[in-house]
């Protein structure tokens, strides 16, 4: 069990056996993953390639080749607002189970707990666990909490955005179903590298009005889940398992 | 917020105020629903229309018709394996929010514990605090705990087939995904009433094979939720996520 970081290349990145990392990708890699030099990760082609690399400055060494079965040929990072109480280990749970590939809790304006750093320890434990029994390839990223504003740049800072969908969650507003706006875009010429999908789901409550504006000003697609009010733990499962199922082979 | 048990009809059996049950609803709501003479029940036509209703012999008294905005316009049942522990109170609370009409625990070959009556009173006081958190117009019916075999019987013996989906979930085998088989009936002949779901997860470890022969004699189809093996808690609230997304106006 792997519990290495992934992220998307285009295959044309690899050449010779090194991948020559966008610089978006080296800020990704370097910031938000927080490796360093001669730190592995995978690369993923979106085409069902997978390579063990590891990290040598502006590219990455190419280790080898991986045999990947039950993962999705899609990441999809979910931005989730921490709920009250010990709810978020379901979340990080049944999330790792649909086959999500980072997660990154965020502090809203209606978040009132900053978790401590044993919580971080305890989702990332729950997350290998939940790997290993779903029969994943590969454990999750479980990112550190961030107030939500900087979680809206570090997940999208590193995106091509002619290849991701960034969605966010809102009920009792007349937004679009989720089911409607998911794109299929099976057919991707070969520059475009691996399809990407953020979706973000917010506190008890909902998210506030500037949140929800600061959202779409960074690309993001307000959607909703249904016509019932979900809770802010059984969100994240429902989104996951709808978009989820729109990318499975 | 109402606690009243639902069941589908065909418009052409609501005449001038009274609703003519056919000989399996009558079943349905004396044996399986346990109503008795005088007891109310929601009636619906599949088409947006809701009825108070009130059984009376071989028909029902019309008492009121109801306004719905949060219900879904189909019927769906959740067959679930009893999981060990705690684990259903969420699956309980989850599938509720998300709009589930009616869940009937079974016990399976590899379920291991038979619950107490204790139990019953707590799935059904979940379901309620569930129902009003979500903003439903009903609650959904829990239904006492019976063996797989009577639960196959019990649930499809009320079905019009013409109408009806079954479903059972199982990891592990070659099955084709749900989403590729859910129908959308959408454009449904006035004498054919409410569209009817069933699906069934199963325990940890799966359905034995005997089961899943008996249910695929029942006219289950046989389905998979991905690649990736969910708990026997989390795969009712993917399969529900889908269905409900599915049936969504």
Tied chains: 1, 2.
Excluded at 208 to 217: G, K, M, V, Y
């Amino acid at each position: 069990m792997s519990q290495l970081q992934r992220i998307a290349i285009a295959p044309s990145q690899f050449q010779q056996g090194q991948i020559l990392l966008t610089k978006e990708q080296q800020h990704y890699l370097g910031r938000v993953l927080r490796l360093r030099e001669g730190d592995r990760f995978i690369a993923m082609d979106g085409k069902g390639k997978w390579w063990l690399a590891q990290l040598a400055g502006e590219q990455a060494q190419v280790l080898e080749s991986l045999l990947v079965e039950t993962e999705l040929p899609v990441s999809i990072t979910l931005m989730v607002a921490l709920p009250k109480g010990n709810g978020f280990d379901e979340v990080v749970r049944c999330c790792t189970e649909l086959g999500v590939t980072c997660i990154a809790p965020v502090l809203s304006d209606r978040t009132l707990l900053d978790p401590s750093p044993q919580k971080l320890e305890r989702w990332r434990r729950i997350a290998a666990e939940a790997a290993e029994q779903s029969e994943r390839s590969f454990v999750p990223t479980i990112l550190e909490p961030v107030a939500f504003n900087t979680g809206l740049s570090l997940v999208i800072g590193h995106l091509s955005f002619a290849n991701s969908q960034q969605y966010i969650c809102e009920a009792r507003a007349e937004f679009p179903h989720l089911k409607h706006c998911l794109q299929h875009k099976g057919q991707m010429t070969s520059d475009k590298g691996q399809e990407t999908i953020v979706i973000a789901t917010g506190p008890e409550g909902g998210w506030t009005t500037q949140e929800i504006e600061n959202a779409i000003a960074s690309g993001f697609q307000p959607v909703s889940l249904g016509r019932r009010i979900l809770r802010a733990v059984t969100a994240p499962v429902v989104a996951l398992s709808l978009i989820t199922a729109s990318c499975e082979v």
